[in-house]
């Protein structure tokens, strides 16, 4: 198991368990903090990155903009608090699912990639500025890899309550490429960053239920 590959739990908002976003220490500034990228959330997923900007944020928030500006020094510190915040909230929601599930490969992997899929869905206007986001800030990008690996370790663990199943010689390598296959596809169809195209026609469900059956039958079957 990988040095990295445990799951995290934290407080809803900014600033729990692994995130980059200093929490305030008032619970009334907390809550602040927290409206206001719930805020540049809603913008974000209607808008766009282009439409985010203070002033949007600001109106969406109830808030004036010089309030936005006492908490955030430009756009780019703000569109890391959301991309730090969803990242967190992505983590939390995943492995409570895996962790919810029967001990049992179909399970645990329905467990990943449903509810993951449906996330993807949801934001899939934002998900591919965040791709760039991580690329032109190293600490950001250390931190996806992180809850990466998290996310990697959750499935890891449930999918090998079940490894009696697992029809590989190393069945943690097995794991490790299932993972890999299910997040390559759930993401490229999320148009994140130089990957192909996607087929826009491709049905999110269909693709979920399809990249399910792909990874238990490749768990399930022998190499040749």
Same mark, same amino acid.
């Given at each position: 198991?990988?040095?990295?590959?445990?799951?995290?739990?934290?407080?809803? $908002?900014?600033?729990?368990?692994?995130? +980059?976003?200093? @929490? @305030?220490?008032?619970?009334?500034?907390?809550?602040? !903090?927290?409206?206001?990228?719930? /805020?540049?959330?809603?913008?974000?997923?209607?808008?766009?990155?282009? $439409?985010?900007?203070?002033?949007?944020?600001?109106?969406?928030?109830?808030?004036?903009?010089?309030?936005?500006?006492?908490?955030? &020094?430009?756009?780019?510190? !703000?569109?890391?608090?959301?991309?730090? %915040?969803?990242?967190?909230?992505?983590?939390?929601?995943?492995?409570?699912?895996?962790?919810?599930?029967?001990?049992?490969?179909?399970?645990?992997?329905?467990? +990943?990639?449903?509810?993951? $899929? %449906?996330?993807?869905?949801?934001?899939?206007?934002?998900?591919?500025?965040?791709?760039?986001?991580? !690329?032109?800030?190293?600490?950001?990008?250390?931190?996806?890899?992180?809850?990466?690996?998290?996310?990697?370790? &959750?499935?890891?663990?449930?999918?090998?309550?079940?490894? $009696?199943?697992? &029809?590989?010689?190393?069945?943690?390598? /097995?794991?490790?490429?299932?993972?890999?296959? &299910?997040?390559?596809?759930?993401?490229?169809?999320?148009?994140?960053?130089?990957? @192909? /195209?996607?087929?826009?026609? +491709? %049905?999110?469900?269909?693709?979920?239920?399809?990249?399910?059956?792909?990874?238990?039958?490749?768990? +399930?079957?022998?190499?040749?």
């Amino acid at each position: 198991m990988d040095a990295n590959d445990h799951s995290s739990s934290g407080t809803p $908002g900014p600033g729990r368990g692994g995130s +980059l976003v200093r @929490p @305030p220490r008032q619970e009334r500034s907390r809550q602040s !903090l927290l409206r206001l990228v719930r /805020a540049a959330e809603r913008v974000l997923d209607e808008y766009g990155v282009e $439409g985010l900007t203070m002033a949007s944020v600001a109106a969406a928030a109830g808030v004036s903009v010089g309030g936005i500006y006492r908490r955030f &020094a430009d756009k780019r510190e !703000l569109l890391r608090a959301v991309q730090d %915040d969803r990242l967190c909230t992505l983590e939390e929601e995943l492995v409570a699912s895996m962790r919810a599930a029967e001990p049992r490969l179909e399970a645990v992997v329905a467990a +990943l990639v449903r509810p993951a $899929g %449906d996330w993807l869905r949801r934001h899939a206007g934002s998900v591919g500025s965040f791709y760039q986001a991580d !690329l032109a800030d190293p600490d950001m990008r250390r931190r996806t890899e992180e809850s990466y690996a998290r996310l990697r370790g &959750a499935f890891r663990d449930g999918l090998l309550a079940d490894r $009696g199943r697992i &029809a590989h010689s190393d069945p943690e390598q /097995a794991v490790r490429i299932a993972f890999a296959l &299910a997040a390559s596809a759930l993401v490229q169809r999320s148009k994140v960053g130089a990957l @192909p /195209a996607p087929d826009d026609s +491709l %049905d999110w469900d269909r693709l979920c239920e399809g990249v399910a059956h792909a990874c238990v039958s490749y768990l +399930l079957t022998p190499p040749p």
